[in-house]
Every structure is written in structure tokens, then in C-alpha cells.
T-cell receptor
Framework: EAGVAQSPRYKIIEKRQSVAFWCNPI?????LYWYQQILGQGPKLLIQ????????DSQLPKDRFSAERLKGVDSTLKIQPAKLEDSAVYLC?????????????FGPGTRLTVL | GEDVEQSLFLSVREGDSSVINCTYT??????LYWYKQEPGAGLQLLTY?????DMKQDQRLTVLLNKKDKHLSLRIADTQTGDSAIYFC??????????FGAGTQVVVTP
């Protein structure tokens, strides 16, 4: 079974520029998550989708971050404009919600550096 | 909300056992997880335990849960150099959201 795919793996931009990340979850997984992991910290949830609907975006800085999952499969996370403090690894995870554990499986992440 | 805490660093000799500790605050946490993160990689699920269990063993990994003290530990038997990584403890909060600790860096020395 293929895992969660993310691209690009690395991105370097200047502040005030825009950037987009892409995620393809495990096939059949209805729930998709985007996390931000700042160096030295654990991942922090930004947004959770169930199919193509948003379940939780309470931690998403909506003035600059947006995310979509139009067909309930792939998802994109966008930052516009980027700030220095957005430098982090952006992790995508998915879960099936077919078992009570709702275990999340993570992709390799996109490392963003904002200069 | 849920607060998950871990010690930041652990050094262990190859062949010895490692014990990584974690505490959490939300007594309603249903599932508790251990993830491993190697440099430049995403989080790999190692194991999880349901809150009505007090122990789970999976090959070299043993998870102990003390629900009264809200304390979780991960024991790695016969630690190998490939076990060098950052280990994250995570607990579901009352909303079902996964809350992570800051991670414990494990360094295995020959």
C-alpha cells in the first residue's frame, strides 16, 4: 500500500512570496490533516478535512494560510504572503476512520525556509 | 486543553534498553501513540495503546500506561544504532485531536 505522498520535499522562498504544498493521502482514507512542525517542537494541527469538508481549522492563520481538498482526495496548502516565522516542516497525514483507533499516517513532509 | 510533555534527550549504549517517558494532562485521552521521526523524514507510527490497557508489547517495544498518573512510557529492548531518532508521544484530547509532545531525541552510542 502506498503511503502519504507530499511535494515538493524542500522549498526556499523570500518573505512576502507565495508557496503551495501538495498532498496525496493513502488511497481510501477519508480524513486528511495538515500539520506545521517548527524546529524542536512537535507537530501542530493546522486543518483537518473529512472528505472534501473542513472539520477543524481553528489553528489555521486564515489571513495568510488556505487549504482545499476539492474532490475529497488530494489537498493543497497555500501560504500567501509568507513570513519568516512560517519556516517549518509541513506534514500531511491521513486516516481511514474505519477503525476506532483512527490512526494517522504521515507523509515525509515539505521543509519550508523563508528568507 | 491537552498538554503532553517529554524529556528532550536520551543517550543509550547499543544493546541496552531505552526508556522514554511522557506525561499528559487530559484524563479523557482515549488513545496514546508513539511515533518515530528520523532526520528529514515524516513521522512513522511505532505503536499505540488504548486507555483501558496498561501494557502492550510489540517485538522490541513495550508500552506502559499508568492512567492514574497520566504517564506513558516506551521501552526499546536491545537498542540498535538504527533506533537513533526523535520519538514523539501523542494523545487524543477531548475533541479527538492528536496533541504531540516536543519529542525526545534518542542517541545510541556504540
Amino acid at each position: 500500500e502506498a503511503g502519504v505522498a507530499q511535494s515538493p520535499r524542500y522549498k526556499i522562498i523570500e518573505k512576502r512570496q507565495s508557496v503551495a504544498f501538495w498532498c496525496n493521502p493513502i488511497s481510501g482514507h477519508a480524513t486528511l490533516y495538515w500539520y506545521q512542525q517548527i524546529l524542536g517542537q512537535g507537530p501542530k494541527l493546522l486543518i483537518q478535512f473529512q472528505n472534501n469538508g473542513v472539520v477543524d481549522d481553528s489553528q489555521l492563520p486564515k489571513d495568510r494560510f488556505s487549504a482545499e481538498r476539492l474532490k475529497g482526495v488530494d489537498s493543497t496548502l497555500k501560504i500567501q504572503p509568507a513570513k519568516l516565522e512560517d519556516s517549518a516542516v509541513y506534514l500531511c497525514a491521513s486516516s481511514s476512520r474505519t477503525t476506532s483507533t483512527d490512526t494517522q499516517y504521515f507523509g515525509p513532509g515539505t521543509r519550508l525556509t523563508v528568507l | 486543553g491537552e498538554d503532553v510533555e517529554q524529556s528532550l534527550f536520551l543517550s543509550v549504549r547499543e544493546g541496552d534498553s531505552s526508556v522514554i517517558n511522557c506525561t499528559y494532562t487530559d484524563s479523557s485521552s482515549t488513545y496514546l501513540y508513539w511515533y518515530k521521526q528520523e532526520p528529514g523524514a515524516g513521522l512513522q507510527l511505532l505503536t499505540y495503546i488504548f486507555s483501558n490497557m496498561d501494557m502492550k508489547q510489540d517485538q522490541r517495544l513495550t508500552v506502559l500506561l499508568n492512567k492514574k498518573d497520566k504517564h506513558l512510557s516506551l521501552r526499546i529492548a536491545d537498542t540498535q544504532t538504527g533506533d537513533s531518532a526523535i520519538y514523539f508521544c501523542a494523545a487524543t484530547d477531548s475533541w479527538g485531536k492528536l496533541q504531540f509532545g516536543a519529542g525526545t531525541q534518542v542517541v545510541v552510542t556504540p
